[in-house]
């Protein structure tokens, strides 16, 4: 196993990048490769094994999203205290990964329930001290490209999951075993990455006994900025109920991970210009760039009345998280101390899986009770909303427009 580096010491590099960050790139592009086979067939598995519409959906990936972020809040503020990131990540990548074999017992909406839960701990364990690593493995200046990367190298993920799920799929009708099964084993390459990535620790760093002593220490510009990000994520549809767009204009099962692979292809390609971008001309016009993205595809998706119009939208849809997700990850980094990195990552998460959570299950409940188009309405009235609060709480003076 490595060693522990230290903050700030000059880490060996592989295709320019910091060791840590490159196989941390390894490890979720195998992870989302495996996860998104999964996560790819849920809307054909919920609506042809389990029998349940898009208002279970939502329920599950909501519910499953804001318990995982229960763990991400407290995780990232015992990495802080303990100094020791490597064991939380190590436990939450094979936490996960173990429970994706067991979908082939699964027959009721309580057992898949479960199972998400489970491997959405995982995420939550392992989410906030990997992206502390990342943070600290980085020079400051090159934050946004490394954060993007990661999030290129987990998208890229995403878009093999599905095209392997949509082509087992495709050929064998209804073979959910074969895919979750094919997933499990691309899980265990997640795991073998792991022995390559080095734990990092901040010297002098005072360690906080508690989440509460760690949120204390965080500044009020950063607490104003979660709030923002917070409602801002209530109005961000999941992209597991926007997929049963494909039934509702007579697709097949098997092509809906084909729309999802459509998805993450536009967020692996831009993700790691987004964060270039944003270390160029600032994470904040970034993210208003992304939110207006989200407006924008929800309008399409809502008219896509044809397999093109909707392959286009989902297209479009990939721009939002790429312009987002890394982004945001970048600006939490510079506007909190190395010291309390892992708390700040922990509320980042949080403040996006429980606005997930929400999301998830007023959204689904909104799509099968209302329909698309309400779901639609009332998701783009909450992004603006959010984005209102988001420009008066990221009032910043003209002399930290650079770096933010």
């Known amino acids: 196993m490595s060693e522990p580096i230290q903050e700030n010491k000059v880490e060996k590099r592989i295709f320019t990048l910091p060791k840590n960050i490159f196989f941390l790139g390894l490890t979720s592009l195998f992870n989302d490769f495996s996860s998104e086979m999964v996560f790819a067939v849920f809307p054909a598995f919920f609506t042809s094994v389990l029998k349940a519409g898009a208002a279970s959906l939502g329920l599950v990936d909501g519910v499953a999203e804001g318990l995982s972020n229960f763990f991400k ?3 990232g503020s015992f990495s802080d205290k303990f100094q020791s990131r490597k064991p939380l990540i190590v436990f939450g990548y094979v936490f996960s990964v173990l ?40 020079p400051k ?84 900025f979660i709030i923002a990000i917070f409602i801002l994520s209530i109005g961000s549809l999941p992209i597991a109920v926007m997929l049963l767009k494909t039934e509702s204009i007579g697709l097949m099962i098997a092509d809906i991970p084909l729309f999802y692979m459509i998805y993450n292809l536009s967020y692996a390609g831009f993700s790691m210009f987004a964060g270039k971008m944003s270390d160029k001309f600032g994470t904040r016009i970034i ?82 009770t209302y329909g698309s188009t309400i779901a639609f309405l009332v998701s783009g009235g909450v992004v603006i909303l959010g984005l209102i609060f988001f420009a008066v709480s990221t009032t910043w003076k003209r002399s930290e427009s650079s770096v933010v």
């Open 287 to 368: 993210i208003f760039i992304g939110y207006f993205i989200l407006l924008i595809s929800y309008f399409f998706l809502n008219l896509a009345h044809s397999p093109w119009i909707l392959a286009f939208s989902f297209l479009l849809l990939g721009l939002f998280p790429a312009l987002t997700d890394g982004v945001q990850r970048s600006l939490t980094a510079k506007i909190s101390d190395n010291e309390v990195r892992g708390s700040a990552m922990g509320l980042l998460n949080a403040a996006v899986g429980f606005g997930a959570l929400i999301a998830g299950i007023g959204g689904g409940f909104l799509w099968q």
């Open 99 to 138: 429970t994706r074999p067991f979908y082939i017992f699964t027959s009721t909406v309580g057992a898949a329930l479960g199972l998400r839960v489970a491997d959405r701990i995982g995420k939550g364990f392992r989410d906030p001290p990997r992206d502390a690593i990342i943070s600290l493995s980085s």
């Open 141 to 224: 200046e090159e934050l946004g490209r490394s954060f993007g990367y990661h999030r290129a190298m987990d998208t890229m993920g995403s878009i093999l999951g599905p095209l392997v799920a949509y082509l087992i799929l495709r050929f064998y009708p209804l073979h959910f075993n074969t895919v979750f099964l094919t997933a499990f084993v691309v899980g265990i390459f997640t795991i073998l990455t792991l022995f390559f990535i080095s734990d990092v620790a901040i010297k002098n760093a005072k360690a906080k006994t508690s989440f509460i002593s760690g949120f204390k220490n965080l500044s009020g510009k950063f607490k104003l």
């Open 73 to 75: 809040i407290f995780s």
